[in-house]
């Protein structure tokens, strides 16, 4: 069954520094997506993206972050100066974009920031 | 304000015992429906969906949910609980065609022997 993989499952990094999470989203997807979960909170929108741009993008989505399709199978969330809020699950999903379709999740990636 | 509410934050149930988790929202159309579970440290796996039609939708491992349009709700069900079944449960709605999905904020499961 086609999946969603997320890459890694988790990271470590210290605050200031720049990290990317990694994505690739099952093949025939249309629409990509990240949320974020803060420890013991909801699931929360990040970005939405679809024919190589921006669809959506939520108010947490500041310009610290960035999202890219580089190469039309990857998609990928850049956080540019991490800070110790920015500690969370990260979740990528992507959907078919066809009516009546849900979206598939990867298995996350715990971002640590310290 | 447009929300989904999930009012119970912890459930405990005894194995073997029934199960409702609640969920209302407040838009003024009707959404897409959803019901999310989340093992600890897991991802997210769809339980069931409820788009249009039938209001009594069946999911995987024995859930089930029902809308109800005049109580704007979307509660999950399943008749005998497993230890397994213990988990994050978040209830969501997709509003539009970007399909973005609204997350309620959860309600954790925990099942007694």
């Known amino acids: 069954e086609p999946e969603v993989t997320q890459t890694p499952s988790h990271q470590v990094t210290q605050m200031g520094q720049e990290v990317i999470l990694r994505c690739v989203p099952i093949?025939?997807?249309?629409?990509f997506y990240w949320y974020r979960q803060i420890l013991g909170q909801k699931v929360e929108f990040l970005v939405s993206?679809?024919?190589?741009?921006?669809?959506?993008k939520s108010e947490i989505f500041d310009d610290q972050f960035s999202v890219e399709r580089p190469d039309g199978s990857n998609f990928t969330l850049k956080i540019r100066s991490t800070k110790l809020e920015d500690s969370a699950m990260y979740f990528c999903?992507?959907?078919?974009?066809?009516?009546?379709?849900?979206?598939?999740f990867g298995q996350g990636t715990r971002l640590t920031v310290v | 304000a447009q929300s989904v509410t999930q009012p119970d934050i912890h459930i405990t149930v005894s194995e073997g015992a029934s199960l409702e988790l609640r969920c209302n929202y407040s838009y003024g159309a009707t959404p897409y429906l959803f019901w999310y579970v989340q093992s600890p440290g897991q991802g997210l796996q769809l339980l069931l969906k409820?788009?249009?039609?039938?209001?009594l939708v069946q999911g995987i491992k024995g859930f089930e949910a029902e809308f109800k349009r005049s109580q704007s709700s979307f509660n999950l069900r399943k008749p005998s609980v497993h230890w397994s079944d213990a988990a994050e449960y978040f209830c969501?709605?997709?509003?539009?065609?970007?399909?973005?999905?609204?997350f309620g904020s959860g309600t954790r499961l925990l099942v007694r022997p």
């Open positions: 969501a709605v997709v509003l539009d065609s970007s399909y973005k999905l609204i």
């Open positions: 093949s025939n997807h249309l629409y």
């Open positions: 409820y788009f249009s039609g039938d209001t």
């Open positions: 993206f679809y024919n190589n741009e921006i669809s959506e």
């Open positions: 999903a992507s959907n078919e974009g066809l009516m009546n379709t849900e979206a598939f």
